[in-house]
Antibody, heavy 116, light 110 residues
Framework: EVQLVESGGGLVQPGGSLRLSCAASGFTFTSYEMNWVRQAPGKGLQWVSYISSSSSTIYYADSVKGRFPISRDNAKNSLYLHMNSLRAEDTAVYYC?????????WGQGTTVTVSS | EIVMTQSPATLSVSPGERATLSCRASQSVSSNLAWYQQKPGQAPRLLIYGASTRATGIPARFSGSGSGTEFTLTISSLQSEDFAVYYCQQYNNWPPGTWTFGQGTKVEIK
């Protein structure tokens, strides 16, 4: 079964850091581009970051550029989002998503709450 | 930025009836349009890509149409499991920062 499982979310104070992980299984992780997408409470979907299969190409949304480095470890079939300098507006459910032509497989999400 | 506008915001439909959801792009996205379904507390699920191609395992009652700036998702006969929020997303350009989602249409039981 193709599956993505996120972890690492939680409650953090403004200015703090978290590392989100996404464990992939059921497919050849090394062959796929990956993304992070977030959804603020009661809101729609916002693309956050992209990484190519070899990590050679990376993109970020302007709202997280310079704060949320993305990385992957193909040997561990894992994707990461290192979240620094967190702000209240970063509060959201964070999903990892596999990309073929579109984002065709999504994890169940992990919740990040930034609050003092 | 390409703005995606979905209508209506909420659609009230009785089980067994047809539902028609609209998505409009502020400029042409060719056929680079996807539809996702999201149920409460769940991740989005890909339904349609390329404006009209059903994703693997998606029932035939879901169909997509349109190109350019006007798109439609039709659910031919609503089942109880279809009541959810539906999002359109355009992926016409590169890099991914240019991809944008609509604000969603909630399909609720009438």
């Amino acid at each position: 079964e193709v599956q993505l499982v996120e972890s690492g979310g939680g409650l953090v104070q403004p200015g703090g850091s978290l590392r989100l992980s996404c464990a992939a299984s059921g497919f050849t992780f090394t062959s796929y581009e990956m993304n992070w997408v977030r959804q603020a409470p009661g809101k729609g979907l916002q693309w956050v970051s992209y990484i190519s299969s070899s990590s050679s190409t990376i993109y970020y949304a302007d709202s997280v550029k310079g704060r949320f480095p993305i990385s992957r470890d193909n040997a561990k079939n894992s994707l990461y989002l290192h979240m620094n300098s967190l702000r209240a507006e970063d509060t959201a459910v964070y999903y990892c998503a596999r990309r073929t032509v579109v984002m065709d497989v999504w994890g169940q999400g992990t919740t990040v709450t930034v609050s003092s | 930025e390409i703005v995606m506008t979905q209508s209506p915001a909420t659609l009230s439909v009785s089980p067994g009836e047809r539902a028609t959801l609209s998505c409009r792009a502020s400029q042409s996205v060719s056929s680079n349009l996807a539809w996702y379904q999201q149920k409460p507390g769940q991740a989005p699920r890909l339904l349609i890509y390329g404006a009209s191609t059903r994703a693997t395992g998606i029932p035939a009652r879901f169909s997509g149409s349109g190109s350019g700036t006007e798109f439609t998702l039709t659910i031919s006969s609503l089942q109880s499991e279809d009541f959810a929020v539906y999002y359109c997303q355009q992926y016409n350009n590169w890099p991914p920062g240019t991809w944008t989602f609509g604000q969603g249409t909630k399909v609720e039981i009438k």
